[in-house]
């Protein structure tokens, strides 16, 4: 009786491995976690690296400042964009030229039909006018140039200031203070996002199977003894040519941050 007992777990566990396993019977698939995502955050601008906010191993927010490079330019240049921009006196004193020679052409126009001007002067002063007004136009839309150059520089000294995109941790700082940013090497720093986690497991083609993407999975990890609720996210429709696997990759919250990413962890699959 112990014999055949053992005959048959041997047998159950040799199905098992060759992804033959009866109905109803879980198969244990390892795995490991890994960031939900890796950004190698890059600055729009070049420029000497002036201040640096945060230290690897740190944990960020969205939005939070990450490296500062030199604005001391742009902050000038954006003071007299602005002084520039909220200059009006050229546009006062055209708008007055243009009341003046209207106010004169409407009087020489009743002078005309009261017989008591020349129509030479009446087509003058509505030369003038238009005159008048075509400096004024000019003028406005200088002006309307000038404020979209000053949110311009505005744009750009604010993209000096690279923030993270998401939460996260800064595993790598890239650039350091007094180092030069350029275009062909924009990245500064290296965040990874942890919340969600990601766990990924190599399956063959039978296990992945009964895989379906956005069904709810639970997680035990090997180390820490911990679960976790997950959802597949991803069955790829390739597989693996040298390991013959199907990677399955599963998103966990990990709002708390209990669960680690680089662990060891299993899931049973029926």
């Not at 491995?17 to 190698?40: D, H, K, L, M, Q």
């Not at 191993?57 to 490296?67: C, S, Y």
């Not at 006062?92 to 002067?121: C, D, F, I, M, P």
């Not at 005159?131 to 993209?159: D, F, H, N, P, S």
Request: glycine share 6%; aromatic share 6%.
């Amino acid at each position: 009786m112990t014999l055949r007992f053992s005959w048959l777990k041997q047998l159950a566990m040799m199905l098992v491995a060759c992804g033959f396993a009866a109905e109803g019977f879980a198969e244990n698939v390892e795995g490991f976690t890994e960031p939900f995502r890796t950004i190698r955050v890059a600055s729009a601008e070049s420029g000497i690296v002036s201040r640096v906010f945060v230290r690897e191993g740190e944990a960020v927010a969205a939005g939070q400042q990450l490296v500062l490079l030199d604005d001391e330019v742009h902050r000038m240049l954006l003071e007299i964009a602005k002084q520039q921009m909220d200059a009006t006196g050229r546009v006062n004193s055209t708008r007055a030229e243009v009341e003046l020679h209207q106010s004169r052409y409407t009087k020489l126009a009743e002078l005309r039909q009261a017989g008591q001007a020349y129509q030479q002067e009446v087509d003058r002063a509505r030369a003038d006018v238009e005159v008048a007004q075509g400096r004024l136009l000019a003028i406005e839309e200088e002006l309307a140039l000038r404020k979209l150059e000053y949110k311009k520089i505005a744009v750009q000294l604010e993209r000096r200031t690279v923030t993270a995109p998401v939460n996260g941790v800064v595993t790598v700082l890239t650039k350091n203070i007094g180092e030069y940013v350029s275009p062909v090497d924009p990245e500064v720093v290296t965040l990874v996002q942890l919340n969600p986690l990601r766990a990924t497991f190599l399956m063959n083609r039978n296990q992945s199977a009964k895989v379906r993407v956005g069904s709810q999975v639970t997680i035990a990890f090997t180390d820490s003894a911990l679960t976790a609720v997950g959802v597949v996210e991803q069955v790829s429709e390739l597989t693996d040519a040298e390991s013959g696997t199907v990677p399955v990759r599963i998103r966990i919250e990990n709002q708390e941050g209990k669960y680690r990413s680089g662990e060891r962890c299993t899931l049973d699959v029926k």
